[in-house]
C-alpha cells in the first residue's frame, strides 16, 4: 500500500529533559513513510546535542534567534516536502498507531476533513484535548479537558485542532499561508484553523488517535508574558478573521470583557500593553484582514463557533 508522505515538526525550546521521549514515540510509529524535522528555538541546553548525538535520523533547523513557535513551524513547513505535515510538540508522546488513526480518519470520512486532530491525554489519563473551539468573542478552549479518557468517544466537525498535535494536508498552506509569525506564543493554532475554516477547509477530531501531552514548562517560564500573548494575538484574530457584521458585533463584548479583567483582574500591565500593540499595529492587521476576507468561502453564520449566546 502507498502510503502518502508524512513530515513531522517539532518544535523545541530548552528541552533536553523530554525531547529524548517524544522521539523516540515517534521512532516507534507503525507509520513508515515519515520524516522528522526538529526546529531548535535557540536553546541554551543541551537539546540539539542529544538530537544529534542519538536520533541522526531526525533533521535539526537551528535558529539564529528565540523567536517562538510560529515561525519556528513556518520555518519547517518551507523547507519540508511531505503530502501531510504533523505539527508537535516536543512534549507529547505518540501512540504507534497515532498517524495511522489520522490518515483513515481523513480518507474515510464523508467530509474529507484537511486538517485532523486525536484525543490529547494527560499523565493521570485525563482528557487535555479532543479538539478546540472558539467563543465568537475569539476565545478558544480545548473541549473535555479534565473529562475521563473514555468520554469524547466519538468523531465530529471542530473548529480547531492544537498545535500540539495537529495533522494538515500541505495544500492547505498553499491556499492561506502559514502561522501568523507574529504570534510569538499562543491563539497561532486557533487563528490558523480560524482561516482555514473561512476558506472552506474541514477540521476533524479522530478519538481513536492517542497521544500523551506532558505540558513542560515552557509555558510556566513565560511567566506573566503568557497573558500579554494571550490579549495581543486573540484581538488581532477577532480584526483579521470576522466578516465585517459580526465584527462589530463581537469586538466591542470583547472589549467589555477585556475592560472589567484590566480593572478587577490581575496582569494589568500586561493587557494593557497588548491593547496597545494592536492599536500601533491596526494598519498592518488590516492588510491581513483583507488577505484572509478574499479568501472568504464559509459566513460567520455557518462556521461551528461556541457562543455564549448559545448557538453552536
Given at each position: 500500500?502507498?502510503?502518502?508522505?508524512?513530515?513531522?515538526?517539532?518544535?523545541a525550546y530548552?528541552?533536553?529533559?523530554?525531547?529524548?521521549?517524544?522521539?523516540?514515540?515517534?521512532?516507534?510509529?507503525n507509520?513508515n513513510?515519515?520524516?522528522?524535522?526538529?526546529?531548535?528555538d535557540?536553546?541554551?541546553?543541551?537539546?540539539?546535542?542529544?538530537?544529534?548525538?542519538k536520533?541522526?535520523?531526525?533533521r535539526?533547523?537551528?535558529?539564529k534567534e528565540?523567536?517562538g513557535?510560529?515561525?519556528?513551524?513556518?520555518?519547517?513547513?518551507?523547507s519540508?516536502?511531505g503530502?501531510y505535515i504533523?505539527?508537535?510538540?516536543?512534549?507529547?508522546?505518540v501512540?504507534?498507531y497515532?498517524?495511522?488513526?489520522?490518515?483513515?480518519s481523513?480518507?474515510k470520512?464523508?467530509?474529507k476533513?484537511?486538517?485532523?486532530?486525536?484525543?490529547?491525554?494527560l499523565?493521570?489519563k485525563?482528557?487535555?484535548?479532543?479538539?478546540?473551539?472558539?467563543?465568537?468573542?475569539?476565545?478558544?478552549?480545548d473541549r473535555?479537558?479534565?473529562?475521563?479518557e473514555?468520554?469524547?468517544?466519538?468523531g465530529?466537525?471542530?473548529?480547531?485542532?492544537?498545535?500540539?498535535?495537529?495533522?494538515?494536508?500541505?495544500?492547505?498552506?498553499?491556499?492561506i499561508?502559514?502561522f501568523?509569525?507574529t504570534?510569538?506564543?499562543?491563539?497561532?493554532?486557533?487563528?490558523?484553523?480560524?482561516?482555514?475554516r473561512?476558506?472552506?477547509?474541514?477540521i476533524?477530531?479522530?478519538?481513536?488517535?492517542?497521544?500523551?501531552?506532558?505540558k513542560?514548562?515552557?509555558i510556566?517560564?513565560?511567566?506573566?508574558?503568557?497573558?500579554y500573548?494571550?490579549v495581543?494575538?486573540?484581538?488581532?484574530?477577532l480584526?483579521?478573521?470576522h466578516?465585517?457584521?459580526?465584527?462589530?458585533?463581537?469586538?466591542?463584548?470583547?472589549?467589555?470583557?477585556l475592560?472589567?479583567s484590566?480593572?478587577?483582574?490581575?496582569?494589568?500591565?500586561?493587557?494593557?500593553k497588548?491593547?496597545w500593540?494592536?492599536l500601533?499595529n491596526?494598519?498592518?492587521?488590516?492588510?491581513?484582514?483583507?488577505?484572509?476576507?478574499?479568501?472568504?468561502?464559509?459566513?460567520?453564520?455557518?462556521?461551528p463557533?461556541?457562543?455564549?449566546f448559545?448557538?453552536?
Amino acid at each position: 500500500m502507498n502510503l502518502p508522505s508524512i513530515d513531522i515538526i517539532i518544535c523545541a525550546y530548552n528541552n533536553q529533559d523530554i525531547i529524548s521521549q517524544c522521539l523516540d514515540h515517534i521512532h516507534a510509529l507503525n507509520y513508515n513513510n515519515k520524516k522528522c524535522i526538529v526546529v531548535d528555538d535557540k536553546s541554551t541546553d543541551n537539546t540539539v546535542g542529544i538530537i544529534r548525538q542519538k536520533y541522526p535520523w531526525a533533521r535539526v533547523i537551528e535558529k539564529k534567534e528565540h523567536s517562538g513557535p510560529s515561525i519556528s513551524r513556518n520555518l519547517a513547513i518551507k523547507s519540508s516536502s511531505g503530502k501531510y505535515i504533523l505539527f508537535l510538540d516536543s512534549d507529547v508522546m505518540v501512540k504507534p498507531y497515532f498517524l495511522d488513526n489520522l490518515i483513515e480518519s481523513m480518507k474515510k470520512n464523508s467530509d474529507k476533513p484537511e486538517i485532523c486532530g486525536g484525543k490529547l491525554l494527560l499523565m493521570d489519563k485525563t482528557i487535555d484535548s479532543a479538539g478546540g473551539e472558539i467563543l465568537k468573542i475569539g476565545v478558544g478552549f480545548d473541549r473535555g479537558h479534565g473529562a475521563k479518557e473514555i468520554e469524547y468517544s466519538d468523531g465530529s466537525e471542530v473548529m480547531y485542532i492544537p498545535s500540539a498535535a495537529m495533522l494538515v494536508k500541505r495544500y492547505v498552506f498553499d491556499k492561506i499561508g502559514l502561522f501568523d509569525d507574529t504570534y510569538f506564543y499562543g491563539h497561532e493554532d486557533t487563528d490558523f484553523c480560524w482561516r482555514a475554516r473561512i476558506a472552506g477547509f474541514k477540521i476533524y477530531y479522530e478519538p481513536n488517535a492517542i497521544a500523551y501531552h506532558y505540558k513542560n514548562r515552557t509555558i510556566r517560564n513565560m511567566g506573566k508574558d503568557v497573558y500579554y500573548y494571550g490579549v495581543r494575538n486573540r484581538i488581532r484574530s477577532l480584526i483579521k478573521n470576522h466578516e465585517f457584521a459580526t465584527l462589530i458585533i463581537y469586538l466591542p463584548l470583547y472589549t467589555s470583557y477585556l475592560l472589567f479583567s484590566i480593572i478587577f483582574g490581575s496582569y494589568r500591565l500586561q493587557k494593557i500593553k497588548a491593547v496597545w500593540w494592536n492599536l500601533t499595529n491596526i494598519r498592518e492587521t488590516l492588510k491581513e484582514r483583507n488577505k484572509i476576507q478574499a479568501l472568504r468561502k464559509v459566513k460567520d453564520k455557518h462556521l461551528p463557533f461556541s457562543s455564549m449566546f448559545g448557538q453552536r
